[in-house]
């Protein structure tokens, strides 16, 4: 996968943000929890490489009670030590991150059965804030100097 630039901050990030947006109270992570929230966060902005998000949440799961092993877990999807309803979270939030719910209809399916509808509002609203917000640090951070570099000081590049 290559770094994000400005055409990835496309009408799918934007719509992405209007999503979120009709849901305020659900990006607080409330129902399904701060270690929950901070690992769906960690994978979205994974799977769309954003070195200043990952950081951040990195830290931000840390304070959460993730460890390390956790957090490289989240980013990563490993099934070697995620419980069975965090692997669902985090598949459903790739599909949901790549515009390809439709085509995986028996994962959104496991999605909706593992989570009550206001579960669902909420994970759906913490990807989609965190679709737009990755694609918008990318966009701006590729454009200003230095930024291959950063991305390496973080281990992220």
């Known amino acids: 996968m290559t770094a994000m630039n400005a055409p990835m901050l496309s009408l799918y990030s934007l719509r992405s943000l209007a999503r979120a947006l009709q849901h305020p109270a659900a990006l607080l992570g ?6 929950l929230r901070e690992r769906i966060i960690l994978r979205v902005s994974s ?3 954003c070195a200043v998000c990952s950081a951040v ?3 931000v799961a840390r304070v959460e009670g993730l460890s390390g092993d956790d957090i490289h877990d989240a980013r990563k999807a490993s099934k070697d030590r995620l419980d069975e309803r965090s692997l669902i979270a985090l598949r459903y ?5 790549a515009g390809l719910e439709a085509d995986h209809p028996d994962d959104v ?4 059965q593992a989570f ?3 579960e669902q509002t909420e ?6 804030l965190f679709t737009f917000n990755n694609r918008f640090n990318n966009t701006w951070e590729a454009w200003l100097p230095g930024a291959q570099r950063r991305r390496q000081r973080m281990g992220l590049g």
């Open 30 to 35: 409330r129902r399904i929890g701060p270690q």
């Open 47 to 49: 799977i769309n490489r």
């Open 57 to 59: 949440h990195a830290g």
């Open 93 to 97: 939030a790739e599909l949901r991150t």
């Open 109 to 112: 399916a496991a999605f909706e």
């Open 116 to 118: 009550t509808p206001s």
């Open 123 to 128: 994970v759906r609203a913490i990807v989609d």
